[in-house]
C-alpha cells in the first residue's frame, strides 16, 4: 500500500497490480491502520483512496488466503472484521473520503467504495459482487451501504443475481457520483478536495456523524442476519467453490 501526504489532502493507493489490487487481509488491515493514523492528523482535510494501474481500483479478495482463512468459525470472523474495520473506519472518517475508481471495482473494492463519501469513476469501470459465485457472505453495514445508494432492488441484482454494471449504468442507479475521462480523474478529485477545503470542518464531521447514524438502523433481524454471513463462509460449499477457483488458476 502507499500513502502520499500533501497540503491537506492525503492519498492511499493499494499496490497489487499483478492481481488487479485484489486484496489479502494483510492490505485490509492496513488500509484500517493507515485512515486510523489518519484520522489523527488536524491537518488534514481530505482523503483519497484509489489502486495502482488501469485495469482495477480493487478487484476483490485475494483468494489463495481462503483456504486459510477457511479453517475455522475463528478465522473467518477475523478475516470478516478485518475488512469490516477497514471499511466502516473510512465511513465514519470526519473527513469527506472520495474514491477514486480507477477501473474495476469487484466484491471488496465496491464495498471499499461504497465506504467513500464520493465515488468518481473512470470510464469503462465495471461494478459488481460475486458473492454468490464463491459462497461467501457479506458484512451486514456493507449491504446497507449499497442498498442506500442503490436501492433494493439494485441491491438484490448486485448481491442474489450477481449482476455487473458499466460505469454509464453505475452513475445511473447511483452507485457513483460521476464519470469521467482516464485522464481527467486525478484533476477532478483535486478540484473536489480543493473546495472541500474550503469549507467547515465542523459542520461536515457533524454532517458525516448524522448521516452515519441515518445509514446504519439495526433491524430486528439483526442477529440473525450476522450468523447468516458466517453460516455462509463457514460451509463445506464455500470451500469446495473456493478450492475448484484456486484450481483453474
Known amino acids: 500500500m502507499l500513502v502520499q501526504r500533501e497540503d491537506y489532502w492525503a492519498r492511499i493507493t493499494v499496490n497489487r497490480p499483478r492481481i488487479m489490487n485484489a486484496a489479502d487481509m494483510a492490505t485490509w488491515k492496513s488500509i484500517g491502520d493507515e485512515v486510523a493514523r489518519l484520522s489523527q492528523d488536524p491537518g488534514l482535510r481530505v482523503l483519497f483512496i484509489t489502486g495502482t494501474g488501469e485495469r482495477a481500483f480493487l478487484a476483490g479478495a485475494d483468494l489463495n488466503e481462503f483456504p486459510r482463512i477457511l479453517q475455522s468459525r475463528e478465522t473467518i470472523k477475523e478475516y470478516i472484521g478485518t475488512v469490516s474495520r477497514a471499511c466502516d473506519q473510512l465511513e465514519a472518517l470526519d473527513i469527506p473520503v472520495i474514491a477514486e475508481i480507477n477501473g474495476a471495482a469487484i466484491g471488496g473494492g465496491l464495498e471499499l467504495a461504497c465506504a467513500c463519501d ?132
Open 118 to 249: 464520493y465515488r468518481i469513476a473512470v470510464e469503462g469501470s465495471k461494478f459488481g459482487i460475486p458473492s454468490a459465485d464463491v459462497g461467501l457472505g457479506l458484512a451486514y453495514a456493507d449491504v446497507a451501504r449499497i442498498v442506500a445508494l442503490a436501492g433494493t432492488m439494485r441491491a438484490r441484482e448486485l448481491l442474489i443475481f450477481g449482476r455487473t454494471y458499466d460505469a454509464t449504468e453505475a452513475l445511473a442507479i447511483g452507485l457513483v457520483n460521476e464519470v469521467v475521462p482516464r485522464e481527467q480523474l486525478f484533476t477532478r478529485s483535486k478540484e473536489l478536495a480543493s473546495s472541500l477545503a474550503a469549507k467547515a470542518p465542523l459542520s461536515i464531521r457533524s454532517a458525516k456523524k448524522v448521516l452515519l447514524s441515518v445509514a446504519h438502523p439495526r433491524e430486528p433481524y439483526y442477529a440473525e442476519a450476522v450468523e447468516s454471513i458466517y453460516a455462509a463462509w463457514d460451509s463445506a460449499e464455500m470451500r469446495q467453490r473456493i478450492n475448484k477457483r484456486l484450481k483453474r488458476n
